[in-house]
């Protein structure tokens, strides 16, 4: 089942603690404005990803503390999982879902940090290398 989590009580967000690439980003930023947490969650999470709605690429964490009135662009920023395909399965779940709720949005990037196993799992899953920046990398899905 796909959770989007928008409220600070939602119980999945104790599961933040095992962000593995922006673990200092708090729970209140995650779901404030126009950023939420998606889950895949059988029993317990599978995998988990933040997202922040905007309507341009952001290059670091700080511009994603900007809200767009009309977002274009759904930016991944960071994912994990506890079961192997999970964080694909739940990417392209919540690209389905992003797309229903927001017909605004046309966009499909993330801001990932420059790593060899982010590069691997978005190049695997079909995304391409939009922009590298100082300190991150937007990789964007073609999503038709």
Same mark, same amino acid.
């Given at each position: 089942?796909?959770?989007?989590?928008?409220?600070?009580?939602?119980?999945?967000?104790?599961?933040?603690?095992?962000?593995?690439?922006?673990?200092?980003?708090?729970?209140?930023?995650?779901?404030?404005?126009?950023?939420?947490?998606?889950?895949?969650?059988?029993?317990?999470?599978?995998?988990?990803?933040?997202?922040?709605?905007?309507?341009?690429?952001?290059?670091?964490?700080?511009?994603?503390?900007?809200?767009?009135?009309?977002?274009?662009?759904?930016?991944?920023?960071?994912?994990?999982?506890?079961?192997?395909? $999970?964080?694909?399965?739940? /990417?392209?779940?919540?690209?389905?879902?992003? #797309? +229903?709720?927001?017909? &605004? %949005?046309?966009?499909?990037?993330?801001?990932?940090?420059?790593?060899?196993? $982010?590069?691997?799992?978005? /190049?695997?899953?079909?995304?391409?290398?939009? #922009? +590298?920046?100082?300190? &991150? %990398?937007?990789?964007?899905?073609?999503?038709?």
């Amino acid at each position: 089942m796909l959770s989007f989590i928008r409220e600070l009580t939602d119980p999945l967000l104790d599961y933040l603690k095992d962000d593995p690439v922006r673990p200092e980003i708090s729970r209140e930023f995650r779901v404030s404005g126009q950023r939420f947490v998606s889950a895949l969650v059988d029993d317990q999470p599978r995998a988990m990803v933040c997202v922040s709605l905007h309507d341009f690429v952001p290059e670091t964490v700080a511009d994603l503390s900007q809200d767009p009135a009309e977002p274009n662009t759904a930016i991944f920023y960071t994912i994990w999982s506890y079961a192997p395909g $999970a964080a694909t399965e739940l /990417l392209f779940a919540t690209v389905d879902q992003i #797309r +229903e709720l927001y017909p &605004t %949005v046309r966009r499909f990037v993330t801001l990932s940090p420059k790593t060899e196993m $982010a590069r691997k799992f978005h /190049l695997r899953n079909g995304a391409h290398v939009l #922009r +590298e920046n100082t300190d &991150t %990398v937007n990789y964007e899905y073609i999503i038709a």
